[in-house]
């Protein structure tokens, strides 16, 4: 199973996107999920996650600015991202929480300029 992440692109500093996860193979859980961000020359961290019962967490650098869901009938794990700053910028990838290291997908680009 790879996890597909859609939805990155270039956006302005104080701009919005809806990055998008779907799991190749259907059947696949979607309860307990995060979106993780790695920038350059950083360590992938966690930033938002998802769990049973439609409990949120968020990261402290994005709090009040990003928003985590799920469609369980879509089979897909959102992340909507408004009033981006260049530090956002990165490859967003969805995983299992906690991270599940086959389920690794190409992740989304996200660059924000300034």
């Known amino acids: 199973v790879q996890l597909q992440a859609s939805g990155g692109g270039l956006v302005q500093a104080g701009g919005s996107l809806r990055l998008s996860c779907v799991p190749s193979?259907?059947?696949?859980?979607?309860?307990?999920m995060g979106w993780y961000r790695q920038g350059p020359g950083e360590q992938r961290e966690l930033v938002a996650s998802?769990?049973?019962?439609?409990?949120?967490s968020y990261g402290d650098s994005v709090k009040g600015r990003f928003t985590i869901s799920r469609d369980s009938a879509k089979k897909t794990v959102y992340l909507q991202m408004d009033s981006l700053q260049p530090e956002d910028s990165g490859i967003y990838y969805c995983?299992?929480?906690?991270?599940?290291?086959?389920?690794w997908g190409q992740g989304t680009l996200v660059t924000v300029s300034s």
């Open positions: 193979r259907s059947g696949f859980s979607i309860t307990s």
């Open positions: 998802v769990i049973h019962g439609g409990r949120t």
């Open positions: 995983n299992k929480l906690p991270p599940v290291r086959a389920y």
